[in-house]
């Protein structure tokens, strides 16, 4: 009674047998989390094509770590292992090489490298740690030298560089590191060069220096242990009157931990002349005080990274990003957060109480006694007093904290650079844009919300093989983005809107680079000026308005029709896997059946695509809906109808393009197009044939156990009992006794029609 109730043939009842056989054999699919962290929209993997990217290399040069943009934005020069290079980037497409000039480490320097037990294959060369621009006509750069530090300055001709002169060479201690593998920083200001780096082959003398320029050279004094000795560098940013260094070293100030590392901003003025009798070429104006990174109730984001400043029409809205990790991994992997601190609040806590160690008891504690004036640190004119001084040297570290305001927390990702600039939408709105490199080679673009924190634009993976971004320099001029690694650069244009193939997902995309254009019907590049009426949405991303089509916006919401439906026909009984492109992975999917649910019987979701099992009555329109920001549109719709018996296509579908699919589908791979073609019907076949064996071979040893046992106890019954008055057998072997009963019923006869005992052993 079944078959005429479902209204299916044997065959038909048999593939739908096989099609429950199969989702029970498939694996479980995860679910998408929808947790508050945010995720990329788009993601891009090595390779895709979605994502137009160019990459420069050299033969024989590698480690290309840094990159300096000329004052034009024309020019990349960049300092690679024992080379420095300049390339034309003004033309889109890979950056071209106009002129390189080796820089290569001595013989003499690399032998002695590696007789003090250093590596001749990744040591021993000179790698370019600083390169900056002087003036309009030298740069000056800075190498490890094979662990001896070396300075030049390199001529400029019409954005060439010319041969390094060897009267031009000095020595860089304290302006490069030793070791390649150290971090460091250097920044040239008002014809000064501020460095923060390791000043000793041991690396464990860290040391703040200002070289070059008129004034004389200052450092940090390391008796009064300024700097801890596993201090590093990762920035520094110059201001009006000041310069600010940004590091990480063990914090002293804490006892209930050991070995608690700690983030520091460091200031120094730029008119400190040093002390006469006291702290003599030392700095007078070192300031030091706490970053702090973190979320309430979670532990601290103590380890800083790099940072960077945006600049403001003031002083007082400019802003420092940096990003932090931890040095506790939290489900054994590590989290990254971008915080953003306001100079005005970094120069209020420098303007705020001291720090003073107790030599009694060897804790920190807030100074309370008189004031000094001039206010020891900052920068007076003229030299401080003696009394100020001695205060100086005892008491460079602030009592408050500059607290940050966490802008981004991701788990599982740890950011070594990132690049800042602000970018303004069609309402001429500005918008922080944030470009964070990976450990594992990969680069995020965020946008700052507002109050509400940064959402994640997309993600690329540059490199197949994980590395860490080694830097990261923004081209404003050329729109674009260049990430230096071990091998090569990459140019990544800041802004892929051709992937957002409708209003709907380029709005909801709010990315402020992308605009939607009515009068072409595509998501474009904004312009610098704009001057038809595009539309987007940074605040709400919302397609009801920012897609509504007519005069009345808000009453005409944009149409949910699909765009272009795809004509599948197949054969009766075969199995259909309709993908669904995901074009964002904030977005829930699901699949509608004309305008109810997807028929559960013959059909399941895996990894994003319906598994459909076509037999009659399943035929018709079958839609993937996304639905993101509280707004559901249809990714891709099918029409899905047998060969044999056609279905009419529904009125209310007339007017909307299609394209006709003769075979059943098979899965997109990684936003790619459709794949090849496939039919499930031969693999039903043999799971059919298998499926036959077993069943045959399962029947078969059912129906023969019970003639065995028949058999086997006629057996015993006749041929093992001797008849009256037979002898036995002359054998002296013991006939071997039967393990257990074989008990019969009382009416059981023999073989002469005698009925039996109860038991026979």
């Not at 944030?434 to 450990?439: A, C, E, K, S």
Request: aromatic share 8%; proline share 7%.
């Amino acid at each position: 009674m079944a078959l005429p109730t479902l209204g299916l043939d044997p065959w038909s009842l048999l593939g739908l047998f096989l099609f429950q056989l199969l989702l029970l054999l498939l694996p479980p699919t995860n679910a998408g989390g929808g947790g508050q962290e945010p995720m990329p929209r788009v993601r891009y993997h090595a390779g895709d094509g979605r994502r137009a990217l160019s990459f420069f290399h050299q033969k024989g040069l590698q480690d290309f770590d840094t990159l300096l943009l000329s004052g034009d934005g024309g020019t990349l020069y960049v300092g690679a292992r024992e080379a420095i290079l300049a390339l034309a980037i003004q033309d889109p497409g890979v950056p071209s090489l106009t002129s390189m000039i080796p820089w290569p480490a001595s013989n003499t320097k690399k032998s002695e490298c590696a007789f003090k037990k250093k590596s001749n294959e990744t040591q021993c060369f000179n790698f370019i740690r600083v390169l900056v621009s002087f003036n309009t006509t030298h740069l000056y750069a800075c190498g490890t030298f094979a662990f001896s530090p070396t300075c030049t300055f390199i001529e400029l001709r019409d954005s060439y560089l010319q041969p390094i002169l060897e009267n031009k060479v000095v020595d860089g201690k304290g302006q490069s590191p030793f070791d390649p593998a150290h971090k460091h920083t250097a920044v040239l200001t008002d014809g000064m060069l501020f460095s923060g780096t390791m000043s000793n082959f041991l690396g464990n003398e860290p040391v703040l220096i200002r070289t070059l320029g008129s004034q004389p050279v200052l450092k940090t004094d390391n008796f009064p242990r300024w700097l801890q000795s596993d201090a590093s560098f990762v920035a520094a940013i110059p201001s009006t009157e000041v310069v600010y260094f940004f590091f990480e070293e063990t914090a002293t100030e804490f006892e209930f931990f050991e070995k608690l590392r700690t983030s520091r901003v460091a200031r120094v003025c730029k008119n400190d002349v040093g002390g006469e009798k006291l702290l003599q070429k030392k700095w007078t104006t070192f300031l030091k005080a706490q970053l702090l990174c973190s979320q309430p109730g979670q532990l601290p984001f103590n380890i800083i990274r790099h940072a960077v400043l945006l600049p403001s029409n003031s002083s007082a809205g400019s802003q420092v990003y940096a990003v932090f990790t931890s040095q506790w991994e939290i489900g054994g992997t590590r989290s990254s957060a971008v915080c953003a601190f306001s100079l005005e609040n970094i120069n209020r806590v420098f303007e705020g109480k001291y720090k003073e160690l107790n030599k009694e008891t060897s804790r920190w504690t807030t100074y309370g006694g008189p004031d000094i004036d001039p206010r020891p640190g900052s920068c007076s004119v003229g030299p401080s007093s003696h009394k100020a001084l001695t205060f100086m040297k005892d008491h460079f570290l602030m009592d408050e904290q500059v607290v940050g305001v966490p802008l981004l927390v991701k788990s599982g990702v740890e950011y070594t650079r990132l690049a800042v600039e602000t970018a303004q939408d069609v309402d001429g709105h500005g918008h922080v844009v944030m470009y964070l490199g990976t450990t594992t080679g990969s680069l995020h673009k965020a946008v700052v919300s507002g109050d509400s924190g940064a959402h994640l634009v997309e993600e690329i993976q540059l490199v197949s093989d994980p590395e860490p971004v080694r830097n990261l320099q923004l081209a404003p001029m050329q729109g674009a983005v260049f990430a230096g690694f071990s091998g090569g650069i990459w140019k990544i244009p800041r802004a892929n809107c051709s992937v957002y193939e409708s209003c709907v997902d380029c709005i909801l995309a709010r990315d402020p680079h992308c605009a939607w254009d009515p009068k072409s019907s595509t998501c474009r590049l904004l312009p610098t000026q704009i001057l038809e009426p595009w539309k987007q949405d940074m605040k709400r991303g919302n397609p009801d308005w920012a897609c509504a089509i007519g005069p009345m916006a808000r009453s005409h919401p944009p149409p949910r029709r699909p765009q272009i439906i795809k004509e599948v026909l197949a054969v009766p009984n075969s199995i259909l896997e309709l993908p669904c492109p995901h074009p964002s992975a904030l977005a829930s999917y699901h699949w509608s059946y004309d305008t109810a649910k997807v028929p559960g019987a013959s059909s399941t979701v895996y990894n994003g695509s319906l598994l459909l099992l076509l037999h009659d009555g399943v035929g018709g329109l079958y839609q993937c809906w996304a639905t993101e920001n509280g707004f559901s549109y249809p990714v891709v719709s099918y029409w899905v109808d047998s060969e044999d018996q056609p279905l009419a296509l529904d009125p209310e579908l007339a007017g909307i393009p299609r394209e006709r699919v003769k075979t059943p589908l098979t899965r997109v791979g990684s936003g790619a197009a459709l794949a090849a073609q496939r039919s499930y019907w031969p693999h039903f076949l043999t799971v059919t044939v298998l499926l036959a064996v077993v069943l045959s071979g399962a029947l078969i040893l059912l129906l023969t156990s019970p003639l065995g046992a028949l058999r086997a106890r006629g057996k015993v019954q006749g041929c093992d009992t001797l008849a009256p008055g037979e002898k036995a057998p002359l054998s002296r072997e013991k006939h071997p006794q039967p393990l257990k009963e074989h008990r019969t019923s009382a009416g059981d006869v023999d073989a002469d029609n005698n009925r039996l005992g109860s038991e026979v052993a």
